[in-house]
């Protein structure tokens, strides 16, 4: 494999020293702004809160805001307390029905919940939908805890959270490209089974993980995710198979992965090289995302080097 000079790093460095420019009082005054407008809109009812996607609530439990909440989806299984909230079923087959049985004064979601309908009966009946960008960047992570914080009316712990994953966010960029003299080839694979397998191409959260971890995307000739054959998989030559703790148990572990139709003929299938890691973790871009990129770069220096 070819050596090349250490992975780009990400817009974040320059955002960050942007940001720091600004100071810290004027960032607590802008949150403070907006959620005085925020409190006059809503009165002094205390927020009840669906969170529909696993990220949004690791958000609200990382703003200590977790009393907040009234519901969570099935996709918020962190932390764990966040598992025996009331739930409102899978986040792309709501039913209006049920949450608004839970009486929230606002529910929060990603673009990717649904069905539109749903949402729309929520909004009709004087709840608000607050529709929060699912867009893979770190950047995108930033904007989602300050509109979250504004909403919640924790601007000192919105502004703590925001410095904290942003020192957090500066170190792994730079360790990464400290360690990346050889990209590996690393190829996702979305499976519910050994029969269904897609892979991931641009503009998804898999593809934003391997860059950021300092690898390449050997599948990034598409968009979206595109159904695996036996001859895309050979001519993708990955080094490394990437899947989720699910994907791999739903395949039936490590001797099924192995046995893909075509793997035998990549280098990742010589080596036997595969990386598993937690979709929440590995997907969710939450506040757990410097650790999950941190993580993730670690298994694909290990895998290539041992």
């Given at each position: 494999m070819r050596r090349i000079t250490p992975a780009r790093l990400p817009e974040t460095l320059a955002f960050l020293m942007r940001r720091r420019a600004l100071g810290r009082l004027g960032t607590i005054g802008a949150l403070a702004m907006s959620q005085s407008m925020h409190a006059k809109s809503v009165g002094n009812r205390p927020p009840r809160i669906v969170s529909v996607g696993g990220a949004l609530t690791e958000i609200v439990y990382a703003l200590e805001a977790q009393s907040c909440l009234v519901g969570v989806d099935s996709t918020s299984s962190f932390p764990h307390q966040a598992q025996l909230l009331p739930q409102v079923g899978y986040a792309r087959r709501l039913s209006a029905e049920g949450i608004l049985a839970l009486s929230p004064t606002s529910v929060l979601v990603t673009e990717e919940a649904g069905p539109p309908e749903v949402l729309r009966q929520v909004s009709n009946v004087g709840v608000p939908v607050e529709v929060l960008d699912s867009g893979y960047?770190?950047?995108?992570?930033?904007?989602?805890?300050?509109?979250?914080?504004?909403?919640?009316?924790?601007?000192?712990?919105?502004?703590?959270?925001i410095e904290r994953l942003s020192l957090a966010w500066s170190e792994?960029?730079?360790?990464?490209?400290?360690?990346?003299?050889?990209?590996?080839?690393?190829?996702?694979?979305?499976?519910?089974?050994?029969?269904?397998?897609?892979?991931?191409?641009?503009?998804?959260?898999?593809?934003?993980?391997?860059?950021?971890?300092?690898?390449?995307?050997?599948?990034?000739?598409?968009?979206?995710?595109?159904?695996l054959t036996p001859e895309s998989l050979i001519a993708a030559r990955p080094d490394?198979?990437?899947?989720?703790?699910?994907?791999?148990?739903?395949?039936?572990?490590?001797?099924?992965?192995?046995?893909?139709?075509?793997?035998?003929q990549t280098p990742a299938?010589?080596?036997?090289?595969?990386?598993?890691?937690?979709?929440?973790?590995?997907?969710?871009?939450?506040?757990?995302?410097?650790?999950?990129?941190?993580?993730?770069?670690?298994?694909?220096?290990?895998?290539?080097?041992?």
């Open positions: 960047r770190f950047e995108g992570l930033v904007q989602r805890i300050a509109r979250i914080g504004r909403l919640l009316s924790t601007e000192a712990k919105t502004v703590a959270l792994v960029c730079l360790s990464v490209s400290h360690h990346t003299t050889i990209r590996p080839r690393v190829l996702f694979l979305f499976a519910h089974s050994t029969s269904r397998l897609m892979a991931s191409g641009i503009q998804t959260g898999a593809h934003a993980m391997i860059e950021y971890a300092g690898a390449i995307n050997a599948t990034s000739d598409f968009t979206g995710f595109k159904p490394v198979i990437l899947l989720t703790e699910h994907g791999f148990k739903a395949m039936g572990e490590r001797s099924s992965v192995l046995k893909l139709p075509g793997l035998s299938g010589r080596a036997q090289r595969i990386a598993v890691m937690d979709a929440s973790l590995l997907l969710g871009f939450g506040p757990r995302l410097p650790m999950a990129v941190q993580q993730l770069s670690e298994q694909f220096r290990t895998s290539v080097t041992t």
